[in-house]
């Protein structure tokens, strides 16, 4: 990966944070066939600040980090307004701060998309415990239309890009690019096969009005074509621009530790309700 991809998505993203607000919470953060309750859980890229909140509604002990240290900010606002404690830092996903095999869970969710899956794979499972799950939301770059409607409309990373065409804008940083197929392989490998593809939801028509015609009318329409389509034809659902992916630690000897910050290459930002010490999760 290109160095000043990371400086460029905090620089992004600081921007784009800066501008959201702490608001009200209530669902609980859900991922499929995990239980979140009592279990140490890391919110990868925490962004807006809600994924946090809602595995500590969910009854876990909660974790979080991001690049941007307006998304930190922003996700420690969430947890207060919403009286709920995380402990949240600045990291970078390619190289993260916390101690060997000290999660049960991880999460994430549109972030293996902005990162170099090898690098990031490495550390999810190194700071997984033996057993356990990390489960993203993520896009995808299976479907051969959409590949080639995003490089008509839009370009491609490291090509001359658009942001605009007619009616379609493309909302993300220059280096972001759907999540491939490749890229999933590699997380596969990290993993030695314990890799799962999870369909909620068949995404297709519906991205017209996600990047087009942002109208109710548009959206309910896109999304009855949506879910009738993958009725007719569940075979389908694998080609759905969502998809989650799921992999899952093998069960070898270490020993779980604590999370809690290494010193260097980390800065943590500090307010009691930051702390990494696990003595006080
Ligand atoms: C599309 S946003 C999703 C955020 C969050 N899941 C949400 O829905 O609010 C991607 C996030 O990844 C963060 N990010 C990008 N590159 C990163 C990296 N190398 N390490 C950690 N976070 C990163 C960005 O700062 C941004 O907050």
């Known amino acids: 990966m290109n160095h000043n991809v990371p400086q460029r998505e905090r620089d992004f993203f600081d921007r784009r944070w800066q501008a959201t607000r702490a608001v009200p919470v209530q669902e609980p953060l859900a991922i499929p066939g995990v239980e979140l309750a009592g279990k140490r859980v890391l919110i990868c890229s925490c962004g807006s600040g809600v994924e946090p909140v809602q595995a500590a509604i969910a009854g876990a002990h909660v974790w979080a980090f991001d690049i941007s240290s307006v998304a930190v900010q922003k996700a420690l606002d969430v947890a207060r307004f919403n009286g709920q404690t995380v402990r949240a830092a600045v990291m970078d996903f390619h190289a993260l701060g916390f101690p060997d095999a000290c999660f049960d869970a991880i999460y994430g969710s549109s972030i293996l998309h902005h990162v170099d899956c090898a690098a990031a794979g490495r550390e999810l499972r190194r700071c997984l415990k033996p057993g356990g799950v990390a489960f993203f939301r993520e896009n995808s770059d299976r479907n051969v239309i959409l590949r080639l409607a995003r490089r008509v409309m839009f370009g491609s990373p490291g090509e001359r890009q658009r942001n605009r065409w007619l009616w379609f804008r493309r909302t993300g940083t220059s280096d972001e690019y759907p999540l491939t197929e490749k890229e999933i392989a590699v997380l596969g490998e990290i ?46 659902m694998r080609y759905s621009f969502a998809q989650g992916v799921r992999v899952t630690k093998a069960f070898v000897g270490t020993a779980s530790r604590a999370p809690t910050i290494a010193s260097g290459g980390v800065s943590s930002i500090s307010a009691a309700s930051t702390s990494m010490d696990p003595g006080k999760s």
């Open 191 to 236: 993993f030695e096969g314990r890799l799962e593809r999870v369909y909620e939801d068949f995404m297709f028509v519906r991205l017209i009005s996600l990047f087009g015609w942002d109208r109710p009318v548009v959206s309910s329409v896109t999304e009855a074509v949506d879910a009738l389509t993958v009725r007719i034809c569940p075979w389908l």
